[in-house]
């Protein structure tokens, strides 16, 4: 089972319904309402998918009501903790270690190794400077975000 495989079984344990969908607006890349997750069919390989099924399955866990005018502070806000939630479950700071522990050396190598898009770590880095700072001490590494690079040090 791929990935992409693994996150799908685990929304549908967790009552997710999985569509792909033809979206009027090419810009729709996913969509979650009331259980359900449109995925766009125009979306290029599974890497794609599975970054916006973890934004959606966010939505699920994390967004109440109708959020899709982001000119509300409250619904921009319900949509970057669904993201966030996102970028924890199929990268996350114990992730990005295995990264490093895998010997990934740039942006591209750490996306292919944890299965996202590298635009996707790149928005996942932002989100995580701008939650962490500059730096964070986890499990025994200190991890610093220096837009667009990542340096980790084991201590």
């Avoid at 921009?76 to 990005?96: D, F, M, P, S």
Wanted: glycine share 6%.
């Amino acid at each position: 089972m791929n990935k992409l495989e693994q996150l799908e079984s685990e929304a549908c344990e967790d009552g997710i319904e999985i569509i792909d969908y033809t979206f009027e607006n090419p810009n729709i890349k996913g969509l979650y309402c009331d259980g359900v997750v449109g995925i766009s069919n125009n979306l290029e390989n599974s890497t794609q998918k599975r970054c916006v099924l973890a934004e959606e399955m966010g939505h699920h866990k994390t967004s109440h009501g109708d959020i899709i005018d982001l000119h509300s502070t409250t619904n921009t806000q319900q949509e970057l903790k669904a993201r966030l939630w996102g970028y924890n479950k199929i990268i996350g700071l114990a992730g990005l270690i295995k990264a490093f522990e895998n010997h990934c050396q740039n942006i591209y190598e750490t996306a292919e190794f944890l299965d996202v898009t590298p635009e996707y770590l790149l928005e996942a880095l932002k989100t995580y400077q701008s939650k962490y700072g500059n730096f964070i001490n986890f499990n025994n590494y200190l991890i610093q975000f220096n837009y667009p690079n990542i340096l980790i040090t084991k201590f």
